[in-house]
């Protein structure tokens, strides 16, 4: 089933990474993908791999969702790591054929960029996991805020992002039903040539797209009526409060960052 | 042998995830060829998953489904024929109106099954007639129709295939009350002149309860009964306890016998009202 992709992934719960603020989340994300990078051998890197678990372990997130966030990587993953076997050509030699060369180094360096690449991954899912779209929108409308001042349309950004979220699902589940309605009418989708699966098409698009358009044309008309005029002077229903947990947050981070540059000096 | 039979079906969405939702609940039930079923039921409580199963586009969970005693769910060539032998009609389906004529949008199924150029003409008009589009309009474009006119162009579009089941999923909502009666009219005729079964999906009682043969209860999933009408209206105040309204005659009746009138309690249609009300009243004219 189509509805079966969520879009964000976002997984309802009350830890408390799902209870931070969304902007201090956003940012220890932006840290926390830095911290990978700055991890020089496999020991700053394990603390890496030891925040992550701690993190994900602390929101409750079913340890399978580590596992479906890798899956869409995968193929990425595997030519990085075969790219990196084949081509690095200093370091002892482990094996050789013809013109194939495999080094310690390249294993190494392939064994890094993996592990690297699949934390970056799992690490970064976390943030959509434990936070909604829309709190996630709202974080970055929020953090941006500056660029208000050099005239770049931060709010309008924000709220075409705010709006495709919303009505992603709801297109989903009207292609879902569009597609049954269709099918009930005999229409059979995955077979025939190019052509005739590009036809085949059509009955979907067509009314998919006109419904759309009926969608974008009330939600104007709604907002028109309820006085949308855009950021200026806006209030907010929801207000965003960073508190203790964010604090805490912060120095729990800080923490394993410091712990990374120790292990980088001592390794040296 | 029963045109459509379930056996313990279930359905559960979103099996291993956070969100699973048994949404059908180890359904049994059998409905014979050219009966007029109703199913009702709050919202949420399954219809809608329930009959998508009948033509093999959602598949059980758990259990069978059988049409004209076949498991569809077999192999793809059986179910490939149930897309044909029960015809679907989807909760506003002008939604689903795709083509540059309403001629070929009406046509789009019996392409779809193989038939001639001409037997899909005939087809269509058959349809076309039946739901009361004029010849004019076939040459429009269904974007042009009104709200009442798209939404029969499209159950033509079903009719058009004339199933041995036709299944319709809450076919009035959204419309006024002469365009139910119109919709009511419709699905009638066709099962007179195909001598089909009709399914008709509804949370009102009053709409089902003037044609249904049996009445198919859903509660959260479960069968909660299976009846013809007087005998599912005589339960009315468990009815009501699932979120159902009844009938307005009947929650008169209801009232009355509470006020010790012996009253019969299956009392769901004016007419029938009238007749006993006029029968009790020992032959005064008038009530
Ligand atoms: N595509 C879907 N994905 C997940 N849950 C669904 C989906 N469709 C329906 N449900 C859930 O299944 C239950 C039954 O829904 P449905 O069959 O549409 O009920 P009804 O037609 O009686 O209103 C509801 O609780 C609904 O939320
Ligand atoms: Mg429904």
């Known amino acids: 089933m189509l509805k079966d992709i969520t879009i964000g992934q976002f997984f309802p719960g009350s830890s408390a990474v799902h209870k931070m603020d969304a902007r201090v989340k956003l940012v220890l994300t932006i840290v926390f993908i830095v911290m990978l990078f700055s991890a020089k051998g496999m020991a700053g890197l394990c603390v890496c791999i030891a925040f992550t678990l701690l993190i994900f372990a602390i929101s409750r997130i079913p340890p399978a969702m580590m596992l479906k966030s890798l899956k869409p990587i995968a193929p990425l993953v595997l030519i990085t790591a075969l790219l990196n076997i084949f081509f690095v050509k200093d370091g002892d030699k482990l094996f050789e054929w013809k013109f194939i060369l495999i080094t310690d180094k390249g294993i190494d360096t392939a064994v890094f960029m993996v592990v690297r690449i699949i934390c970056l991954i799992v690490g970064s899912s976390l943030l959509t996991y434990t936070t909604s779209p829309i709190d996630i929108t709202d974080a970055i409308e929020r953090l941006l805020g500056p660029l208000k001042r050099v005239k770049f349309p931060v709010h309008e950004l924000a709220m075409i992002m705010t709006i495709a979220l919303r009505f992603i699902p709801t297109l989903i589940e009207e292609t879902d039903k569009i597609i049954s309605a269709q099918k009930a009418r005999g229409s059979e989708l995955d077979t025939g040539t190019l052509t005739e699966k590009v036809k085949g098409m059509l009955p979907i698009f067509i009314p998919l797209f006109a419904s759309s358009f009926r969608r974008a044309d009330e939600l104007a008309v709604a907002m028109e009526c309820r006085c949308y005029h855009g950021g200026e002077g806006r209030t907010r229903m929801k207000q965003m409060k960073a508190g203790r947990r964010d604090v805490f947050g912060c120095i729990f981070t800080a923490v394993f960052f410091a712990a990374v540059i120790a292990v980088n000096i001592l390794t040296k | 042998m029963s045109i459509i039979k379930t056996e313990q079906l279930t359905y559960i969405y979103g099996e291993n995830t956070p969100f699973r939702k048994v949404a059908v609940d180890n359904v049994s039930i059998d409905i014979e060829r050219g009966e007029a079923v109703g199913i009702i ?35 793809k060539k059986k179910l490939r024929q149930a897309r044909f032998k029960i ?36 087809r269509v008009r058959e349809a076309a007639e039946l739901v009361g589009l004029d010849d004019k309009l076939l040459d429009r474009s269904p974007f042009e129709l009104s709200g009442g006119q798209k939404r029969r162009a499209a159950i033509a579009g079903v009719i058009a295939m004339q199933p041995q089941a036709l299944i319709l999923d809450e076919p009035a909502s959204g419309l006024d009350p002469q365009g139910r009666e119109r919709i009511f009219d419709i699905i009638k005729r066709y099962r007179e002149e ?49 979120g159902l309204s009844v009938p307005q005659v009947t929650k008169i009746f209801m009232k009355l016998r509470k006020m010790g009138f012996d009253l019969p309690d299956d009392v769901y249609t004016v007419k029938y009202a009238e007749r006993i009300l006029k029968e009790r009243l020992g032959g005064q004219e008038k009530v």
């Open chain 2, 87 to 122: 015809g679907l009609v989807f909760q506003y389906p002008e939604y689903q109106l795709f083509e540059e004529t309403v001629y070929k949008d009406i046509a789009y199924g019996p392409k779809n099954m193989g038939l001639s150029d001409e037997q899909t003409d005939m």
């Open chain 2, 194 to 242: 195909k001598n089909s079964a009709v399914i008709v999906v509804s949370h009102s009682m009053e709409d089902i309860a003037g044609f249904a043969d049996r009445i198919l209860v859903m509660d959260k999933g479960s069968v909660f009964c299976f009846d013809t009408p007087p005998r599912v209206f005589s339960r009315a105040q468990q009815l009501e306890q699932i």
């Open chain 2, 41 to 75: 039921g709050h919202t949420g409580s399954g219809k809608s998953t329930l009959i998508q199963h009948f033509n093999g586009l959602l598949k059980p969970s758990a259990g069978r489904v059988l049409i004209d005693g076949e498991d569809i769910n077999a192999d």
